[in-house]
């Protein structure tokens, strides 16, 4: 067997880091819960939630990590492990000088900046060419040219809308483009484009990666660890341990009693989404022990483990568990661990 596992490359080496990584996160209780409420369907997109006084609010995140101000920088740890997955939501302002995000947007004269303006449609008599702002054309509730005097019925045949026209009541100037400005409802000062602040707000949703087996793997290998440091045990996830033959063998969890390195546990993960696990991880389980000897070798088969799975984890005395799914592969781990 040695031939199977006596290279370890320095790119393994490495992916081992980016696992031991992960898998900090994954270990990390406040993940583990949120990470849960996407799992269970509980929670399918994270959409953040207004409110006018102090802006946008994530209050699941907020309920789970206990403080407003923890939760941007947890969901950002989660985006750049590649966990989570980030669409742009809305894009929110801030006052520069009070950072409040409650504003009243005001169209202003680009003259005189005053707000005070009146915005009016501009109106074309279509046969005589004449134009001006709808309230000249109105007689009554009638439209009437007021260069010609013919009564106009029609939109777009006889008469047609011309865009927007502005009237500043402060300087008299017209305009077409105002200048928008942010009134901060709390502070009371005025702010333009150039001075407001500007942030993105995101919608995130569970990346497709951590659906997939491998990552859902290290989530359950997460709490399975969690689950054997509690009862004692010193658990390292992902471990290496070397063999009689000298080779070093990777597992998913390794537990030991505190300064008891002979009597070793071994854990390694096999999930299928074909519904049953095929006897391949068996195998490959009895390879690493055969030169390891641990004191126990456990294959926690998720859902389920094959017949010819079940029948050579038997013979090669590899303890196998079937679990749905975290909590079931927890109990059955405790009742194996109780039984001896
Ligand atoms: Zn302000
Ligand atoms: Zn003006
Ligand atoms: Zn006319």
Same mark, same amino acid.
């Given at each position: 067997m040695r031939h199977l596992c006596n290279k370890r490359t320095g790119l393994e080496k490495m992916q081992m880091e980016e696992k031991k990584e992960t898998l900090a996160l994954y270990r990390d209780r406040n993940v583990q819960v949120l990470l849960n409420k996407f799992l269970n369907d509980e929670l399918e997109t994270?959409?953040?939630i207004y409110d006018p006084k102090t802006g946008y609010h994530y209050p699941v995140v %907020?309920?789970?990590?206990?403080e407003v101000s923890k939760t941007e920088p947890f969901l950002s740890k989660l985006h750049a492990a590649?966990? @989570?997955e980030r669409k742009l939501y809305d894009k929110i302002i801030f006052c520069p000088n009070?950072?409040?995000s409650d504003f009243s947007t005001r169209y202003c004269c680009p003259f005189c900046r005053s707000f005070n303006i009146q915005k009016s449609s501009l109106i074309e008599h279509v046969k005589c060419g004449y134009m001006d702002i709808e309230d000249n054309f109105l007689e009554g509730n009638k439209y009437v040219c007021p260069k010609c005097h013919e009564t106009l019925t029609k939109i777009d045949v006889d008469h047609k809308k011309a865009g927007i026209w502005c009237i500043c009541e402060d300087c008299g100037k017209s305009f077409d483009i105002p200048v928008p400005t942010h009134f901060c409802r709390s502070c009371h000062t005025t702010s333009t484009f150039e001075e407001i602040l500007i942030k993105n707000v995101y919608a995130y949703t569970l990346t497709e990666n951590v659906k997939a087996d491998s990552f859902l793997n290290w989530f359950l290998v997460a709490g399975i660890q969690e689950f054997l440091t509690k009862g004692g045990l010193k658990a %390292?996830?992902?471990? @290496? @341990?070397?063999g009689k033959s000298g080779a070093n063998h990777s597992f998913d969890i390794v537990a030991y009693r505190?300064?008891? *390195? /002979? *009597?070793?546990?071994?854990v390694d993960l096999a999930t299928s989404t074909e519904a049953i696990v095929s006897e391949q991880p068996v195998i490959a389980l009895f390879a690493k022990i055969f030169d390891v000897a641990p004191e126990k070798a456990y294959l926690i088969a998720i859902p389920k483990l094959s017949e010819n799975g079940k029948k050579m984890a038997e @013979?090669? *005395?590899?303890?196998?568990? %079937?679990?749905k799914n975290q %909590?079931?592969?927890?109990?059955?781990? /405790?009742e194996s661990i109780d039984a001896d």
């Open positions: 994270l959409e953040p %907020e309920g789970i990590v206990g590649g966990i @989570l009070c950072r409040s %390292e996830s992902p471990a @290496l @341990l070397k505190d300064g008891d *390195k /002979q *009597k070793v546990i071994v @013979l090669y *005395k590899i303890h196998a568990i %079937e679990a %909590e079931e592969a927890i109990a059955s781990l /405790q």
